[in-house]
């Protein structure tokens, strides 16, 4: 079961405004690769494109609006049951966790510790 983490309170606009610009800024070489990818298809990519669009990508600290499209798509195509929680998600996933209905978290929220999640996997 996956739960996709929903809405940040409005408390944390200007935080989320600042992340996403250091996101975008220190994402670019892999926006670049990205977006040429999916205008044609049929593009190859140099083992030293791919590398410095990978290092990008490591470096934008924690998923994008694109990777959550894709994983929600992949659960959808393969029947995963998922949910997507109205707001942050992190104590609905801790108590769903301590209530034995999930295994683990999967999450870049270092606050989830502190929620008292048993088993968190990060920077997967």
């Known amino acids: ?3 996709f983490d929903g809405l940040a309170p409005f408390v944390k606009k ?7 610009g250091k996101k975008v800024k220190s994402g670019k070489d892999y926006f670049n690769l990205r977006d040429r990818a999916v205008k ?7 083992l030293s494109e791919l590398e410095k669009a990978w290092k990008a990508r490591k470096d934008m600290a924690g998923p994008y609006e694109y990777d ?7 659960v959808k195509d393969n029947g995963i049951e998922h949910y997507g929680s109205i ?4 104590q609905q996933l801790v108590r ?4 034995g209905i999930i295994d683990g978290i999967i999450t870049e929220d270092s606050d989830i510790a502190v929620l008292k999640a048993m088993t968190v996997f990060s920077k997967m």
């Open 1 to 3: 079961m996956y739960v």
């Open 14 to 20: 200007e935080e989320m405004a600042k992340r996403f």
């Open 40 to 46: 044609d298809p049929s593009l190859s990519f140099t």
């Open 68 to 74: 959550h499209a894709n994983v929600l798509r992949w």
């Open 87 to 90: 707001a942050e998600a992190d």
């Open 96 to 99: 769903l966790e301590i209530g």
